[in-house]
T-cell receptor, first 112, second 114 residues
Framework: ETGVTQTPRHLVMGMTNKKSLKCEQHLGHNAMYWYKQSAKKPLELMFVYNFKEQTENNSVPSRFSPECPNSSHLFLHLHTLQPEDSALYLC???????????FGSGTQLSVL | EDKVVQSPLSLVVHEGDTVTLNCSYEVTNFRSLLWYKQEKKAPTFLFMLTSSGIEKKSGRLSSILDKKELSSILNITATQTGDSAIYLCAVDRDTQGGSEKLVFGKGTKLTVNP
């Protein structure tokens, strides 16, 4: 248990669905992140939040919409996804931005 | 373009063997190199290396950074089946302007057979 909890663990959705991924950290960290991990590709940074403020959007399509209501919670709202969006979505947190990240167990997303 | 290359991409060994995983990088304004172990889903932090030639150790795992060769190795001695995982290397770089700072390699998948 890393102190970062993600739900759901698995998600199957159609291209017209709307769903949300949730992440909660119990470590008192200030920064939170969404990463995408596709097969045979490096981890790709999607979004960074520092003290609830979004500091980076790594050219992510608008069908992915992040929300950070406080330093402990992070959401990723999904709508009209494409099959190529199927991947493992990892949430992470750290005390300082990009300093020793702690990852959650991820949500394995399949888009049909 | 900044990049991190890990080799080999996959490795199969028997329990008790010693393995060496490699990570090379080409990044501007290097700050540190990190190793993570990913078993099942969640990557867990192993080491952070900032200075050349200083070995970090944790049990049977050790790692060292060579800034001249722009590379790092992760050694695992007397491997056990529980060491089976994907080992990720990432490089943290200083940026001005807010672009992505942590660059990951594709990982090395290690399988340890009994």
């Amino acid at each position: 248990e890393t102190g970062v909890t993600q739900t759901p663990r698995h998600l199957v959705m159609g291209m017209t669905n709307k769903k949300s991924l949730k992440c909660e950290q119990h470590l008192g960290h200030n920064a939170m992140y969404w990463y995408k991990q596709s097969a045979k590709k490096p981890l790709e940074l999607m979004f960074v939040y520092n003290f609830k403020e979004q500091t980076e959007n790594n050219s992510v399509p608008s069908r992915f919409s992040p929300e950070c209501p406080n330093s402990s919670h992070l959401f990723l709202h999904l709508h009209t996804l494409q099959p190529e969006d199927s991947a493992l979505y990892l949430c992470a947190s750290s005390q300082e931005v990009f300093w020793k990240l702690f990852f959650g167990s991820g949500t394995q997303l399949s888009v049909l | 373009e900044d990049k991190v290359v890990q080799s080999p991409l996959s490795l199969v060994v028997h329990e008790g063997d010693t393995v060496t995983l490699n990570c090379s990088y080409e990044v501007t304004n290097f700050r540190s190199l990190l190793w993570y172990k990913q078993e099942k889903k969640a990557p867990t932090f192993l080491f952070m290396l900032t200075s050349s030639g200083i070995e970090k150790k944790s049990g049977r795992l050790s790692s060292i950074l060579d800034k001249k060769e722009l590379s790092s190795i992760l050694n695992i001695t007397a491997t056990q089946t529980g060491d089976s995982a994907i080992y990720l290397c990432a490089v943290d770089r200083d940026t001005q302007g807010g672009s992505e700072k942590l660059v990951f390699g594709k990982g090395t998948k290690l399988t340890v057979n009994p």
